[in-house]
């Protein structure tokens, strides 16, 4: 259990005498920033990829009145300067400025560059703070990296992470939209890794409200770094790219659907239909909704035939991550990067379809829930589920990263642009993850989830497993702690 001199830590029973602590943010909490933040009078931004914009404008918008400077640093040179500048940052007012000259003024910076300038840069980064200061991260990405290499963190100054469980333009959209309404933003996990004063874990926590975070559980930066590079690669992102071309070509081939409606079945499914459910009933809400016992059967065939071949594959994941295998291909990457950049996929005949589609979705709306594809991705769900609580992930950091973060804030997004777009879009640890292992999925997809699907007969025992499991509890819990508000990606 944490502790925490300016915030009230809550108790919380995740199920079968599952404890876990956490705090409530809120902009109820707003009054008790300035405790918590004694003594900085400047927090550095570093970076204006997706996390940075949404955390520099929601720390300035909830710390007015405090006498705490939100500033933003950049290279020399940066594409990103007009950017800060629109939002209000810049050279003039003071509040924009060098990326490492930031970082040696700052007493609070927080580290939101990508992956690999993180890595590239990180030495200077060190050296040029304060001594004293502290240095949060939302990604636990470089310690990956130096863990890899034996390598650690100077030891005088406080680490801390605040993750939020959504991507940056969700982190700030919700604080906008709930500007009027208290909790209304993305739930965070915090870390402390380096705690020097004693004040590393309300730093922290005071981050994590002023972002909008309307609940904080705890976690580490190795559990964060783990279960985020896994989560992505996995029901995040991967999961949904490949299992969603897989089934569209099914539909196509096996069902003689036209590829307009194989679209529907598959990726409208997933990102349309499935998401609402999970959000607000959880994965067994799905099974529970479907009416008639022909579509129940229907899901249990496809649970059955897609649970272990995704197991398998999640594990695999896992294991790549855990070893540091993950993190040292995206970290060889970065040259190769600068000389053959990566593609987009949107121009294949799908995702093509998938533009008319969301032209015109009224034609579509009122298409009945695939049962199909549900079981297809509640197994996906599942088997992420089991792999990350058999390798001992806190019950809310199983829910946030396997179910939470996909259903309230990536797949809304992916529903509004697609799934092309958000593959074409996420950051480059992201992508890379997702060009390697969403083929994969696909391929597992049809040539072993399918292949049972045809043949296989219903595996009661695992179905037995799935409407038993402690994580529909957990859901149930973890939906008590959601934002007050849904988002928005319309507009």
Same mark, same amino acid.
């Given at each position: 259990?944490?502790?925490?001199?300016?915030?009230?830590?809550?108790?919380?029973?995740?199920?079968?005498?599952?404890?876990?602590?956490?705090?409530?943010?809120?902009?109820?909490?707003?009054?008790?920033?300035?405790?918590?933040?004694?003594?900085?009078?400047?927090?550095?931004?570093?970076?204006?990829?997706?996390?940075?914009?949404?955390?520099?404008?929601?720390?300035?918008?909830?710390?007015?009145?405090?006498?705490?400077?939100?500033?933003?640093?950049?290279?020399?040179?940066?594409?990103?300067?007009?950017?800060?500048?629109?939002?209000?940052?810049?050279?003039?007012?003071?509040?924009?400025?060098?990326?490492?000259?930031?970082?040696?003024?700052?007493?609070?910076?927080?580290? *939101?560059?990508?992956?690999?300038?993180?890595?590239?840069?990180?030495?200077?980064?060190?050296?040029?703070?304060?001594? &004293?200061?502290?240095?949060?991260?939302?990604?636990?990405?470089?310690?990956?990296?130096?863990?890899?290499? &034996?390598? +650690?963190?100077?030891?005088?100054?406080?680490?801390?992470?605040?993750?939020?469980?959504?991507?940056?333009?969700?982190?700030? +959209?919700?604080?906008?939209?709930?500007?009027?309404?208290?909790?209304?933003?993305?739930?965070?996990?915090?870390?402390?890794?380096?705690?020097?004063?004693?004040?590393?874990?309300?730093?922290?926590?005071?981050?994590?409200?002023?972002? &909008?975070?309307?609940?904080?559980?705890?976690?580490?930066?190795?559990?964060?770094?783990?279960?985020? *590079?896994?989560?992505?690669?996995?029901? *995040?992102?991967?999961?949904?790219?490949?299992?969603?071309?897989?089934?569209?070509?099914?539909?196509?081939?096996?069902?003689?659907?036209?590829?307009?409606?194989?679209?529907?079945?598959?990726?409208?499914?997933?990102?349309?239909?499935?998401?609402?459910?999970?959000?607000?009933?959880?994965?067994?809400?799905?099974? $529970?909704?479907?009416?008639?016992?022909?579509?129940?059967?229907?899901?249990?065939?496809?649970?059955?035939?897609?649970?272990?071949?995704?197991?398998?594959?999640?594990?695999?994941?896992?294991?790549?991550?855990?070893?540091?295998?993950?993190?040292?291909?995206?970290?060889?990457?970065?040259?190769?990067?600068?000389?053959?950049?990566?593609?987009?996929?949107?121009?294949?005949?799908?995702?093509?379809?998938?533009?008319?589609?969301?032209?015109?979705?009224?034609?579509?709306?009122?298409?009945?829930?695939?049962?199909?594809?549900? &079981?297809?991705?509640?197994?996906?769900?599942?088997?992420?589920?089991?792999? %990350?609580?058999?390798?001992?992930?806190?019950?809310?950091?199983?829910?946030?990263?396997?179910?939470?973060?996909?259903?309230?804030?990536? $797949?809304?997004?992916?529903?509004?642009?697609?799934?092309?777009?958000?593959?074409?879009?996420?950051?480059?640890?992201?992508? *890379?993850?997702?060009?390697?292992?969403?083929?994969?999925?696909?391929?597992?997809?049809?040539?072993?989830? %399918?292949?049972?699907?045809?043949?296989?007969?219903?595996?009661?025992?695992?179905?037995? $497993?799935?409407?038993?499991?402690?994580?529909?509890?957990?859901?149930?819990?973890?939906?008590?702690?959601?934002?007050?508000?849904?988002?928005?990606?319309?507009?």
């Amino acid at each position: 259990m944490f502790k925490s001199d300016v915030f009230q830590v809550e108790e919380v029973d995740m199920g079968a005498g599952d404890i876990e602590h956490i705090v409530r943010g809120g902009r109820d909490k707003f009054p008790l920033l300035s405790k918590a933040l004694w003594g900085i009078k400047q927090i550095g931004v570093i970076g204006w990829g997706s996390q940075g914009p949404a955390q520099a404008q929601n720390l300035r918008d909830s710390l007015a009145g405090l006498p705490i400077t939100v500033k933003v640093g950049l290279q020399q040179g940066s594409k990103s300067v007009e950017k800060a500048a629109k939002a209000g940052f810049t050279t003039d007012n003071g509040t924009l400025g060098e990326m490492f000259q930031v970082t040696s003024e700052s007493d609070l910076v927080l580290n *939101l560059i990508s992956d690999a300038a993180q890595v590239e840069h990180h030495e200077r980064m060190f050296d040029a703070m304060k001594f &004293g200061a502290t240095l949060g991260f939302s990604h636990g990405f470089l310690l990956g990296h130096l863990n890899s290499m &034996g390598l +650690r963190i100077r030891p005088d100054i406080n680490v801390v992470g605040v993750c939020p469980k959504g991507m940056g333009p969700s982190v700030r +959209r919700l604080y906008e939209q709930g500007k009027g309404t208290n909790g209304a933003g993305i739930s965070c996990s915090f870390a402390v890794e380096q705690d020097i004063d004693g004040k590393a874990t309300d730093i922290a926590l005071a981050w994590a409200i002023a972002i &909008g975070a309307p609940f904080i559980f705890e976690t580490t930066l190795r559990r964060e770094y783990t279960s985020d *590079l896994f989560g992505e690669r996995g029901v *995040l992102l991967g999961a949904v790219h490949g299992i969603a071309e897989a089934l569209y070509r099914y539909f196509i081939m096996e069902c003689g659907m036209c590829p307009e409606s194989a679209f529907d079945a598959s990726v409208e499914n997933i990102t349309g239909r499935l998401s609402p459910i999970i959000s607000k009933q959880g994965i067994i809400g799905v099974y $529970n909704g479907l009416v008639g016992q022909e579509r129940r059967h229907q899901f249990e065939r496809a649970y059955s035939s897609a649970y272990w071949p995704f197991y398998v594959l999640m594990q695999e994941i896992y294991d790549e991550v855990r070893t540091g295998n993950e993190i040292r291909s995206v970290v060889m990457a970065g040259e190769r990067l600068k000389r053959f950049p990566m593609g987009d996929i949107d121009k294949t005949s799908m995702w093509k379809v998938g533009e008319r589609v969301r032209g015109n979705r009224q034609y579509y709306t009122g298409t009945a829930l695939n049962p199909v594809t549900a &079981g297809f991705y509640c197994a996906a769900m599942m088997a992420q589920i089991d792999t %990350l609580l058999e390798n001992g992930h806190y019950m809310s950091e199983v829910c946030n990263e396997s179910v939470i973060e996909a259903t309230d804030s990536l $797949n809304p997004f992916m529903h509004h642009r697609g799934v092309a777009y958000m593959v074409d879009n996420c950051s480059t640890t992201a992508r *890379l993850g997702t060009r390697k292992w969403g083929p994969r999925f696909d391929h597992v997809t049809m040539q072993s989830a %399918l292949v049972n699907f045809a043949h296989a007969d219903i595996d009661q025992k695992l179905i037995d $497993n799935f409407k038993e499991h402690p994580v529909h509890h957990a859901l149930q819990i973890c939906g008590q702690m959601r934002p007050t508000v849904d988002i928005s990606v319309v507009g």
